[in-house]
Nanobody, 122 residues
Framework: QLQASGGGSVQAGGSLRLSCAASGRTFSSYAMGWFRQAPGKEREFVAGISWGGSSTNYADSVKGRFTISRDNAKNTVSLQMNSLKPEDTAVYYC?????????????????WGQGTLVTVSS
């Protein structure tokens, strides 16, 4: 089970930190990712991190602004979001990958959290 938290409302240029707590099974051997879905749009990849945290990848739209990290001892994964823009407004989902290294395809993630809403106002 994945439980995402940390969403909220912020003005453009602000920051938020999303957290995802995993329970019920071991996630430390698998990649983790964050996706988002804006109203009327398809779910899109935001960031991914490999099982040990040594490899990360990001969508071009968030590179340099967002940072993904994980703490396997605590079974958590986080997404630090800085310099937020109105176009970052979406429901953000954390997900467990089905392999050790993160991919951008949602089809390669087999467990999903419930989502947390991020709203960025201009």
């Amino acid at each position: 089970q994945l439980q995402a938290s940390g969403g909220g409302s912020v003005q453009a240029g602000g920051s938020l930190r999303l957290s995802c707590a995993a329970s019920g099974r071991t996630f430390s051997s698998y990649a983790m990712g964050w996706f988002r879905q804006a109203p009327g749009k398809e779910r899109e990849f935001v960031a991914g991190i490999s099982w040990g945290g040594s490899s990360t990848n990001y969508a071009d739209s968030v590179k340099g602004r967002f940072t993904i990290s994980r703490d396997n001892a605590k079974n958590t994964v986080s997404l630090q979001m800085n310099s937020l823009k109105p176009e970052d407004t979406a429901v953000y989902y954390c997900a467990k990958g089905d392999r050790a290294f993160a991919t951008t395809s949602a089809a390669r993630y087999d467990y999903w959290g419930q989502g947390t809403l991020v709203t960025v106002s201009s």
